[in-house]
């Protein structure tokens, strides 16, 4: 099991370790990601037109996103701290859904990637949203949270098959 690179995560005994990348010279690093929450059509409608009794959620969500980025290591056990040099989180309406769509995009120089970064700052984003608005609408669903696009390192660029 500790054989297959797709678990670098391990050592040959199987055990969980966090991968050495102090041999691996820092190079820029940026990801993207996203995720969706799907709310009542009132719901949304209250968001928008700023009748949440807690707050600005777009704003909010927005922050926590920022804020959950940079904990991102506290909150995933085998997770590098990273000096992140940027972290940009939009919270866009979407009539379509019904509901928010959350993309956010971190920036690093490193020596390892800074994908999970940007998940986090979507789910909590996320996660955000659904606080603020859980008394009006406990049949909220989050959901599509996956990483859209990342560039750097030895791998260099991915994007999602389908293109984000």
């Not at 969706?36 to 719901?43: E, H, N």
């Not at 995933?76 to 940009?88: A, F, K, Q, R």
């Not at 379509?96 to 020596?111: D, F, H, K, Q, W």
Request: with cysteine; charged share 25%.
């Amino acid at each position: 099991m500790s054989d297959d690179p797709g678990f670098t995560h391990l050592d040959p005994q199987g055990r969980p370790r966090m991968v050495d990348v102090g041999q691996k010279a820092p190079t820029q690093r940026v990801a993207t990601a996203e995720g969706l929450i799907r709310m009542s059509p009132d719901t949304l409608a209250a968001i928008v037109e700023g009748r949440s009794a807690k707050g600005n959620v777009l704003v909010i969500a927005q922050l926590a996103g920022i804020m959950g980025a940079k904990r991102t290591a506290d909150l995933i056990p085998l997770c590098h701290p990273l000096p992140l040099d940027s972290v940009e989180v939009e919270v866009a309406p979407d009539p379509s859904l019904p509901g928010l769509r959350v993309t956010a995009t971190a920036r690093v120089e490193a020596r390892t990637g800074v994908e999970m970064e940007a998940l986090t700052a979507v789910s909590c984003a996320l996660l955000t949203a659904y606080d603020m608005c859980k008394a009006r609408d406990r049949g909220m669903v989050i959901e599509g949270v996956r990483l859209l696009r990342k560039d750097g390192g030895r791998s260099g660029t991915w994007t999602a098959p389908d293109g984000g």
